[in-house]
C-alpha cells in the first residue's frame, strides 16, 4: 500500500539559509499535517491542510510557511534557519471527513521524516 | 489545551514479558491513537482506539473514554518491539490535530 512519502531523508544547512521539505500524502486522503520533533521529544504540531486550504495551525515560528498544492502534495518552507530549528520533521496524512461521518477508522499516518541539521 | 500523561517514563523489559503503559488525558476526546516510534524513528500507528478494546497480534489496547484513560498491553515482548510509544489524542469539540504525549521509551533486552 502507498505510504506517505517525505523527500529528502536528510538536510543539512547552515544558519541563515532557507530549507524546503516536501510531502506527498497517501492516495485519497484530504489532510495534510506537518509537526516537529526535537531530539528526545514529543511530536509538536506546526501546521495542517484540509482539501488544500489550511485548516489549524500550531507552534509554527513567522519564518515558516507551508502550501498544500492541487495535487495534494505540500512543502514546508523554513527562512533564517537557526540552530534550534534542527529537527526531525515529520509530514502526516489522513482521510478526515467521511469518517467523521460514518464512524470509520481515521487513522493518522506518517511519513519517514526528513532529518533537518542546522550548523 | 489538553494534557495528555503517559507512564511509565521508561520502562526495561526481559524478552519475553508482558507489559501495560498507559495514558491519561485531560479533557473528553474523539480521537485517540497509540504509535511506535523504532529507533530509526519512523512512527507507526498501532491503534485508532478513542474507546473500546482492540488487538492486533500481541498488540492490544483498551479506552475507557468517561474516565479518560487508555492503556496499552504488549504480550510476550520482542527485542523489535523496543522503541518509544505515544498516545496522541484530539479534542472533542473542534476540528483539532492530535496532541502527543511525552511517550514511554520502552527497552527489551534479549
Known amino acids: 500500500a502507498a505510504g506517505v512519502i517525505q523527500s529528502p531523508r536528510h538536510l543539512i544547512k547552515e544558519k541563515r539559509e532557507t530549507a524546503t521539505l516536501k510531502c506527498y500524502p497517501i492516495p485519497r486522503h484530504d489532510t495534510v499535517y506537518w509537526y516537529q520533533q526535537g531530539p528526545g521529544q514529543d511530536p509538536q504540531f506546526l501546521i495542517s491542510f484540509y482539501e488544500k486550504m489550511q485548516s489549524d495551525k500550531g507552534s509554527i515560528p513567522d519564518r515558516f510557511s507551508a502550501q498544500q498544492f492541487s495535487d495534494y502534495h505540500s512543502e514546508l518552507n523554513m527562512s533564517s534557519l537557526e540552530l534550534g530549528d534542527s529537527a526531525l520533521y515529520f509530514c502526516?496524512?489522513?482521510?478526515?471527513?467521511?469518517?467523521?461521518?460514518?464512524?470509520?477508522?481515521?487513522?493518522?499516518?506518517f511519513g519517514s521524516g526528513t532529518q533537518l541539521s542546522v550548523l | 489545551g489538553i494534557q495528555v500523561e503517559q507512564s511509565p517514563p521508561d520502562l526495561i523489559l526481559q524478552e519475553g514479558a508482558n507489559s501495560t503503559l498507559r495514558c491519561n488525558f485531560s479533557?473528553?476526546?474523539?480521537?485517540l491513537q497509540w504509535f511506535h516510534q523504532n529507533p530509526w524513528g519512523q512512527l507507526i500507528n498501532l491503534f485508532y482506539?478513542?474507546?473500546g478494546t482492540k488487538q492486533n497480534g500481541r498488540l492490544s489496547a483498551t479506552t475507557v473514554a468517561t474516565e479518560r484513560y487508555s492503556l496499552l498491553y504488549i504480550s510476550s515482548s520482542q527485542t523489535t518491539d523496543s522503541g518509544v510509544y505515544f498516545c496522541?489524542?484530539?479534542?472533542?469539540?473542534?476540528?483539532?490535530?492530535?496532541?502527543f504525549g511525552k511517550g514511554t521509551r520502552l527497552s527489551v533486552i534479549a
Open positions: 479533557d473528553s476526546v474523539n480521537n
Open positions: 496522541a489524542v484530539e479534542r472533542w469539540a473542534g476540528n483539532t490535530p492530535l496532541v
Open positions: 482506539i478513542p474507546s
Open positions: 502526516a496524512s489522513s482521510l478526515l471527513l467521511r469518517p467523521r461521518l460514518t464512524g470509520k477508522d481515521e487513522k493518522l499516518f
